[in-house]
């Protein structure tokens, strides 16, 4: 595609229940960044993809995220048994390489909105 | 639309106006810069990037200013557009542990009236 897509563009869960987010990069891109936007705050990194390996988990919140990706594309994002300060909007980027040059330029997509009653 | 962030610092101009938006940055180490605009609603989305060993670089109507002296970066938007209104964030690219992250600023609304 054009650009980085992500899906749903919306998700209302009740507390407590499982849910799955999608991000499908830019074609080519090798590199993959999951990002969390709450109200009121700036983009928290959560998790980079270099292939499909991620190299530092270290910014996932609790053991209730994760995220996989297959094929050096498709990434999810999981949250098992959500809670309400879950809610937030998760963005994903991709770039062409994470290598520490031009290359490196994220492009974000439109975001997955969640919110957990 | 969805309100990026409530409590933003915010800067008001006229349409026409020359718009000067600052960001401050932490790491003396950050060898890359780039600001994004986000419209109420949607990702963020690119606008124009600096690398550490550059004081200035200019796009279509932006130009973003760099001083590491004083870790300072800014986003000078000429003839200001309605269009330009948006939440405006700054990013420094840092190595950790063998891999880049994006590090954002808090942001800036940027409110532009006709």
């Known amino acids: 595609g054009a650009g980085v897509s992500q899906s749903p563009s919306n998700k209302v869960t009740e507390k407590g229940k499982d849910v799955e987010l999608r991000c499908d990069p830019i074609s080519g891109h090798t590199a993959l960044y999951w990002y969390r936007q709450s109200l009121g705050q700036g983009l928290e990194f959560l998790i980079y993809f270099q292939g499909n390996s991620a190299p530092d988990k270290s910014g996932l919140p609790s053991d209730r995220f994760s995220a996989e990706r297959t094929g050096g594309s498709v990434s999810t994002l999981t949250i098992q048994r959500t809670q309400q300060e879950d809610s937030a909007v998760y963005l994903c980027a991709s770039s062409l390489t994470a290598s520490g040059g031009w290359t490196d330029t994220q492009y974000f997509g439109p975001g997955t909105r969640l919110t957990v009653l | 639309g969805e309100s990026v962030g409530l409590h933003l610092p915010t800067l008001s101009v006229q349409e026409g106006d020359n718009s000067i938006i600052n960001c401050a940055y932490s790491?003396?180490?950050?060898?890359?810069f780039i600001w994004y605009k986000q419209e109420s609603g949607k990702g963020p989305q690119f606008i124009i990037d600096i690398r550490s060993n550059m004081d200035k670089r200019q796009g279509q109507r932006v130009t973003v200013l760099l001083n590491k002296t004083v870790k300072h970066l800014s986003l000078q938007i000429a003839a200001t557009q309605p269009g330009d209104s948006a939440v405006y964030f700054c990013?420094?690219?840092?190595?950790?542990?063998?891999?880049?992250?994006?590090?954002f600023g808090t942001g800036t609304r940027l409110l532009v009236s006709p």
């Open positions: 790491n003396s180490a950050s060898d890359y």
């Open positions: 990013a420094e690219n840092i190595w950790d542990t063998g891999f880049q992250k994006l590090v």
